[in-house]
């Protein structure tokens, strides 16, 4: 114990040393840290930093409430006087003493210095609901010899010895502390402001594979990991909204093969610019099954499968929000999957993914197959998270991430005809962790597909062009 003390107080001493200090070089480097951060951060959630230091990262943050954790008093005087609207408490990582509990929880480049790092992730539980997220961001480790030969050289201030931890170390650690890593993320090259130069390094090249592996800032993202036995079969009522073009044939089945399940099913028709009778049969069946369904039915004014699902989800009252699709290429079999997926805390947006099993002789044509793959392997490097199908239909998030969503609809636009890409890149702002869940995908047995392969791929490229500037290349 007494090692754990003095190595403490070796720590605190150096803090000491360098709170208050100018930092015109470090400060590039800590306001990467702070912006990365700050990207993850919605306006409405609470924050906790532990290790809050002089307060820059929370000082840049824009959430409604912040807290930060110190053990040196003299950087805590600095912080309170440069942000003197945020709560800087004394404290240490050890044993934290709050009783609150955040959205966001920050460790920033301090699992160097601490002694025993499984407890301080341990005590991260005190002040962590189920939906609270963790940030660690440290040195990529292959940097190590880079920094001890600038602090060697007097390039850069001397620390007392530190761990070196590979992001594999962090992760093990966040697990046996009882946190999943669902993401994570290298950024920075050049930590040093040199004019063009570390603008190009920084914000292109440090974000390309091969690259990328080289970054100096390291960002683990980590959340509480789910209570296996809760049972959650009847937690959360579902709004199932079906967009329908044109399906007049398969209305009817989408209502007798959706099977039960959770608190309550809404279902919620919308029928967009239909040249068959497929309004006329919304209508017809939902007098039909009124006594035994609850079915709402809606016309869309704009055009495009996300304009129909847009004004669906405005009319849900479920828990949980999914689609879908009216072709009934995803067998509504499957839906009660979907459900167990995100009650269970697998995750909090499930995507499904229809290129796992085979396929039927029709249901997917052979381009299809090739776009979406193509797609596939876009979006998991966007988006950093494995993502096998980006366009099937069938997507489930809760509502109440839905309508944090809207809020953030404003970053990327309306620009999304499809509806698939608006939650995608909605989910990934707002830090959810996305989960395929495979599906076996079936040929269509009514009506022909309302996708244009060529000319929806040509959209689906702009796309990806407009979220690397958004998500990768901001």
Same mark, same amino acid.
Request: glycine share 8%; net charge positive; with cysteine.
């Given at each position: 114990?007494?090692?754990?003390?003095?190595?403490?107080?070796?720590?605190?001493?150096?803090?000491?040393?360098?709170?208050?200090?100018?930092?015109?070089?470090?400060?590039?480097?800590?306001?990467?840290?702070?912006?990365?951060?700050?990207?993850?951060?919605?306006?409405?959630?609470?924050?906790?930093?532990?290790?809050?230091?002089?307060?820059?990262? /929370?000082?840049?943050?824009?959430?409604?409430?912040?807290?930060?954790?110190?053990?040196?008093?003299?950087?805590?005087?600095?912080?309170?006087?440069?942000?003197?609207?945020?709560?800087?408490?004394?404290?240490?990582?050890?044993?934290?003493?709050?009783?609150?509990?955040?959205?966001?929880?920050?460790?920033?480049?301090?699992?160097?210095?601490?002694?025993?790092?499984?407890? =301080?992730?341990? %005590?991260?539980?005190? =002040?962590?609901?189920?939906?609270?997220?963790?940030? =660690?961001?440290?040195? $990529?480790?292959?940097?190590?010899?880079?920094?001890?030969?600038?602090?060697?050289?007097?390039?850069?201030?001397?620390? #007392?010895?530190?761990?070196?931890?590979?992001?594999?170390?962090?992760?093990?650690?966040?697990?046996?502390?009882?946190?999943?890593?669902?993401?994570?993320?290298?950024?920075?090259?050049?930590?040093?402001?040199?004019?063009?130069?570390?603008?190009?390094?920084?914000?292109?090249?440090?974000? /390309?594979?091969?690259?990328?592996?080289?970054?100096?800032?390291?960002?683990?993202?980590?959340?509480?990991?789910?209570?296996?036995?809760?049972?959650?079969?009847?937690?959360?009522?579902?709004?199932?909204?079906?967009?329908?073009?044109?399906?007049?044939?398969?209305?009817?089945?989408?209502?007798?093969? /959706?099977?039960?399940?959770?608190?309550?099913?809404?279902?919620?028709?919308?029928?967009? $610019?239909?040249?068959?009778?497929?309004?006329?049969?919304?209508?017809?069946?939902?007098?039909?099954?009124?006594?035994?369904?609850?079915?709402?039915?809606?016309?869309?004014?704009?055009?495009?499968?996300?304009?129909?699902?847009?004004?669906?989800?405005?009319?849900?009252?479920?828990?949980?929000?999914?689609?879908?699709?009216?072709?009934?290429?995803?067998?509504?079999?499957?839906?009660?999957?979907?459900?167990?997926?995100?009650?269970?805390?697998?995750?909090?947006?499930?995507?499904?993914?229809?290129?796992?099993? #085979?396929?039927?002789?029709?249901?997917?044509?052979? /381009?299809?197959?090739?776009?979406?793959?193509?797609?596939?392997?876009?979006?998991?490097?966007? +988006?950093? %998270? #494995?993502?096998?199908?980006?366009?099937?239909?069938?997507?489930?998030?809760?509502?109440?991430?839905?309508?944090?969503?809207?809020?953030?609809?404003?970053?990327?636009?309306?620009?999304?005809?499809?509806?698939?890409?608006?939650? +995608?890149?909605?989910?990934?702002?707002?830090?959810?962790?996305?989960?395929?869940?495979?599906?076996?995908? %079936?040929?269509?047995?009514?009506?022909?597909?309302?996708?244009?392969?060529?000319?929806?791929?040509?959209?689906?490229?702009?796309?990806?062009?407009?979220?690397?500037?958004?998500?990768?290349?901001?």
């Amino acid at each position: 114990m007494s090692g754990y003390v003095s190595k403490q107080r070796v720590f605190k001493e150096y803090f000491d040393s360098i709170a208050g200090k100018k930092k015109t070089v470090k400060s590039y480097y800590w306001k990467s840290i702070s912006r990365n951060c700050d990207y993850f951060i919605h306006e409405d959630d609470k924050v906790l930093e532990i290790g809050s230091g002089t307060g820059q990262l /929370l000082g840049y943050a824009k959430a409604k409430y912040k807290v930060g954790i110190d053990f040196s008093e003299k950087m805590l005087e600095v912080a309170r006087a440069n942000y003197p609207d945020i709560d800087f408490r004394y404290g240490t990582a050890e044993n934290l003493e709050l009783d609150e509990k955040f959205d966001v929880i920050i460790l920033s480049n301090i699992v160097g210095c601490l002694d025993d790092i499984q407890v =301080v992730f341990e %005590q991260l539980h005190k =002040v962590c609901h189920e939906r609270t997220r963790i940030i =660690v961001t440290y040195y $990529n480790y292959l940097w190590e010899p880079i920094i001890k030969f600038g602090e060697a050289i007097g390039f850069k201030k001397k620390m #007392p010895i530190q761990n070196w931890l590979s992001h594999h170390d962090i992760i093990n650690l966040l697990y046996l502390a009882g946190f999943e890593t669902y993401k994570m993320q290298r950024r920075m090259l050049l930590p040093y402001n040199v004019p063009i130069f570390a603008f190009v390094l920084n914000k292109y090249i440090s974000r /390309l594979p091969f690259f990328n592996i080289f970054g100096l800032n390291q960002f683990v993202f980590a959340r509480p990991i789910s209570d296996p036995e809760e049972d959650v079969s009847q937690k959360y009522s579902t709004t199932v909204v079906i967009p329908a073009r044109n399906e007049s044939g398969n209305i009817e089945d989408a209502i007798t093969r /959706l099977p039960k399940f959770g608190k309550h099913v809404e279902i919620i028709f919308i029928e967009g $610019n239909s040249t068959d009778d497929t309004w006329e049969t919304i209508q017809r069946i939902q007098e039909k099954y009124k006594d035994t369904h609850d079915i709402k039915i809606g016309q869309q004014l704009g055009k495009g499968k996300g304009d129909a699902v847009r004004k669906g989800y405005g009319m849900a009252t479920g828990d949980i929000l999914m689609i879908l699709d009216a072709d009934l290429t995803v067998p509504p079999e499957d839906i009660p999957k979907f459900y167990d997926a995100l009650a269970k805390g697998k995750g909090e947006f499930i995507n499904g993914a229809r290129l796992v099993y #085979p396929m039927e002789n029709n249901a997917m044509r052979f /381009l299809n197959t090739l776009g979406n793959k193509f797609f596939s392997i876009a979006f998991s490097w966007l +988006l950093e %998270q #494995p993502i096998k199908d980006s366009l099937c239909g069938t997507k489930v998030m809760f509502r109440k991430d839905y309508i944090k969503l809207i809020g953030n609809r404003k970053f990327f636009g309306e620009f999304d005809p499809f509806g698939d890409f608006d939650l +995608l890149f909605g989910a990934y702002k707002l830090n959810l962790k996305i989960i395929d869940l495979p599906i076996r995908y %079936q040929e269509r047995v009514y009506g022909d597909t309302n996708i244009s392969r060529f000319k929806h791929g040509v959209i689906l490229l702009r796309m990806c062009m407009y979220a690397a500037g958004k998500i990768k290349f901001w």
